[in-house]
């Protein structure tokens, strides 16, 4: 079954959609999706509400959680009756598909600086990806925090047990937005054409690379390439804002959120580094109207989760 596209989607449509679904629906609307990432561990940008909240207000139209401990379930500012239902709130409260970061950590991994040991509820192991599962994650994004070790070759592991395990009803987003204290995976050599060709032929839905100016070296013209990559091999691609720059001058945001757009990007991620855990919400906004205008955005923001 063909969806609408996502543009014109209300929180009626997410409820409803499996992971198959979700990516129709974000094909459709050619390169005009807004995906916020959030810190759901740190105090919210106002304690009166969630920062999910905050984002879905700005105009994204997609959620990720970020320091999400499936083994001790908690969002800062969603009040759960019980651990095991805290996703579920907060996808009522927002009416947008609610997503996991799950961090691939590789043991062997040739560290540049001094990692943090994070706990195995944040890591990308079967346990963790079954326990996601149950939560009611809508889509699962395999990538690495700063100083965590994560590497593109763990990242390709991961997406096969993710794709084994889910099949087709969760959408599975993986890539590195920076070198997660990797040596050799930094800058300009992050990400290049055979790890985004591995990462589709291991399951990727969704191509991560980081966005056009956020890491050295990484041109328009670079992601451009990228991105076609990832589109011949039958996958959808991403760019990413994971460099702080979430809290950058509104026209350093509106510059980026327009080249990401030329090279391609099915959907435009911006990160958790600018205020408590949340990109400044008014970068959100300013992203959003720069690659779909007003209109998408503002019906984003305003359209009620009783749709």
Same mark, same amino acid.
């Given at each position: 079954m063909k969806m609408k596209r996502l543009l014109n989607c209300t929180a009626s449509d997410f409820a409803?959609?499996?992971?198959?679904?979700?990516?129709?629906?974000?094909?459709a609307s050619e390169g005009r999706v807004m995906l916020s990432e959030v810190i759901c561990s740190t105090r919210p940008y106002f304690p009166e509400l969630s920062n999910a909240e905050f984002a879905a207000a700005f105009g994204a139209d997609m959620i990720l959680l970020n320091v999400f401990n499936v083994d001790d379930p908690k969002i800062e500012g969603i009040p759960s009756d019980h651990p095991q239902h805290v996703i579920k709130n907060?996808?009522?409260l927002v009416g947008r598909p609610v997503g996991i970061n799950l961090e691939p950590v590789d043991p062997e991994a040739d560290n540049a600086e001094v990692l943090e040991e994070i706990p195995k509820g944040r890591t990308a192991n079967r346990e963790s990806l079954e326990k996601a599962k149950q939560l009611g994650a809508d889509f699962i994004c395999l990538t690495g925090n700063p100083k965590t070790g994560v590497t593109n070759s763990a990242i390709i592991e991961s997406v096969k047990l993710t794709k084994e395990i889910f099949q087709d009803d969760i959408l599975i987003i993986a890539g590195k937005m920076h070198g997660a204290g990797v040596k050799n995976e930094a800058g300009s050599g992050l990400v290049?054409?055979?790890?985004?060709? %591995?990462?589709?032929?291991? #399951?990727?839905? *969704?191509?991560?690379?980081?966005?056009?100016?956020?890491?050295?070296?990484?041109?328009?013209?670079?992601v451009e390439q990228l991105v076609q990559m990832a589109h011949e091999q039958g996958a959808l691609a991403l760019t990413a804002i994971g460099t702080s720059q979430e809290g950058a001058a509104k026209e350093t945001v509106q510059q980026m959120a327009l080249m990401n757009k030329m090279a391609?990007?099915?959907?435009?991620?911006?990160? %958790?580094?600018?205020?408590? #855990?949340?990109? *400044?919400?008014e970068n959100i906004m300013d992203y959003s109207i720069a690659i779909r205008g007003k209109r998408h955005t503002y019906v984003r923001m305003a359209a009620s989760v009783n749709r």
């Open positions: 409803n959609m499996n992971g198959t679904q979700l990516r129709q629906a974000i094909e907060l996808k009522k290049n054409a055979e790890v985004a060709t %591995d990462l589709v032929q291991a #399951g990727a839905d *969704v191509v991560l690379l980081p966005g056009a100016g956020t890491v050295p070296g990484t041109t328009l013209e670079k391609g990007a099915d959907i435009h991620h911006i990160g %958790d580094a600018g205020e408590h #855990g949340i990109a *400044v919400p």
